[in-house]
């Protein structure tokens, strides 16, 4: 893999909140994506999810506490976590998590 500029990628890519897999490490993906001021619903994963905030600020609503990361800061949601980005988040942001194999388990 070549060298890659993140907040290049992030800023071409056509929609906010659609990540861009970069790559794979074992049984997780490296993600990057733009972020905008709207809120995204609450979710919940089987597997811990590292959020690294390259620049911007993301707006965390954490199991009903408000949680802020900014920029250089890394945040690690625990498996099984709801959590929602609030109003405000904006810049780039780089995602780590487990993805299922295809293939099964």
């Known amino acids: ?3 890659v500029s993140l907040t290049d990628t992030a800023a071409a890519l056509p929609q906010e909140w659609r990540s861009l897999p970069l790559g794979r490490i074992g049984s997780a993906v490296v993600k990057v ?4 001021e709207l809120p995204v619903a609450e979710e919940r994963h089987d597997d811990a ?10 707006e965390l609503d954490v199991d009903g506490a408000r ?6 800061e890394l945040y690690v949601v625990p498996a099984g976590t709801p959590h929602a ?21």
């Not at 994506?33 to 905008?36: A, G, I, S, T």
């Not at 949680?67 to 250089?72: E, H, M, R, Y």
């Open 1 to 3: 893999m070549s060298l």
């Open 33 to 36: 994506l733009r972020m905008n």
């Open 49 to 58: 999810e590292a959020l690294l905030v390259l620049d911007g600020r993301l």
């Open 67 to 72: 949680v802020p990361v900014g920029p250089g």
């Open 85 to 105: 980005v609030r109003p405000g988040s904006h810049g780039t942001l780089v995602i780590v998590e487990r993805q299922a194999d295809p293939l099964g388990p």
